[in-house]
């Protein structure tokens, strides 16, 4: 599943190894790495999440990338499909982040239509689900407007770096759903250009 998602204005290509030094000048751009409703590496710990990572996708339950502006090629942010499930046909996007300066314009949409087109066309999956912190009212919305449903909040999900239990938001788009939820993507980025 090494595969480069290719889009009008940006890529997500497979995260590497190399891309460390890229990932956390992106990071810097807003020190992302202080949010407590994510995770982004910072400078001490950038090795580690390359390597939880890459990890995943030796394992095969992940596919992790790089948000990369095809103009200049430069990274500026990441994201991943995991819980890959193909027996089920079912995966989640999620450990999606973008440098300050790009959020709030066209690529989180762009990169999530791409996943989306990938996921659902090509890995023929039936569900792709979506998760975020209960607190992060910024991620809820974004996920809202790409035409998922709130599913539910799942209590003390996981633990945070800084100890906290976090609930989280489920999130999902099933295959039904998709015709209608790719249209409205389109005429989004229609919009956006």
Same mark, same amino acid.
């Not at 990441?78 to 996007?93: A, G, V």
């Not at 314009?105 to 209960?134: G, I, P, S």
């Given at each position: 599943?090494?595969?480069?998602?290719?889009?009008?204005? &940006?890529?997500?290509?497979?995260?590497?190894?190399?891309?460390?030094?890229?990932?956390?000048?992106?990071?810097?751009?807003?020190?992302?790495?202080?949010?407590?409703?994510?995770?982004?590496?910072?400078?001490?710990?950038?090795d580690s999440?390359?390597?939880?990572?890459?990890?995943?996708?030796?394992?095969?339950?992940?596919?992790?990338?790089? !948000?990369?502006?095809?103009?200049?090629?430069?990274? !500026?942010?990441?994201?991943? =499909?995991?819980?890959?499930?193909r027996l089920?046909?079912?995966?989640? !996007?999620?450990?999606?982040?973008?440098?300050?300066?790009?959020?709030?314009? =066209?690529?989180?949409?762009?990169?999530?239509?791409?996943?989306?087109?990938?996921? =659902?066309?090509?890995?023929?999956?039936?569900?792709?689900?979506?998760?975020?912190?209960?607190?992060?009212?910024?991620?809820?919305?974004? &996920?809202?407007?790409?035409?998922?449903?709130?599913?539910?909040?799942?209590?003390?999900?996981?633990?945070?770096?800084?100890?906290?239990?976090?609930?989280?938001?489920? =999130?999902? &788009? !099933?295959?039904?759903?998709?015709?209608?939820?790719?249209?409205?993507?389109?005429?989004?980025?229609?919009?956006?250009?």
């Amino acid at each position: 599943m090494d595969t480069t998602l290719k889009g009008n204005r &940006i890529s997500l290509r497979p995260l590497q190894y190399s891309d460390a030094d890229a990932l956390v000048h992106a990071a810097t751009d807003g020190e992302l790495w202080n949010l407590t409703v994510t995770v982004v590496p910072s400078p001490t710990t950038v090795d580690s999440y390359l390597k939880k990572a890459l990890d995943g996708r030796d394992a095969g339950t992940v596919l992790p990338f790089a !948000i990369v502006l095809n103009d200049t090629g430069e990274v !500026i942010g990441s994201t991943r =499909f995991w819980k890959i499930d193909r027996l089920n046909r079912k995966l989640e !996007i999620g450990s999606s982040w973008i440098s300050a300066r790009w959020q709030k314009t =066209f690529v989180n949409t762009e990169a999530k239509y791409l996943m989306l087109c990938h996921a =659902f066309d090509r890995l023929d999956c039936v569900r792709v689900q979506f998760t975020t912190d209960e607190n992060n009212q910024k991620s809820r919305s974004a &996920i809202l407007r790409l035409g998922a449903q709130q599913e539910g909040i799942v209590r003390h999900e996981r633990i945070m770096p800084d100890g906290r239990k976090r609930n989280s938001v489920r =999130f999902s &788009i !099933i295959d039904e759903e998709w015709p209608s939820v790719r249209q409205s993507l389109e005429q989004k980025l229609a919009d956006l250009r």
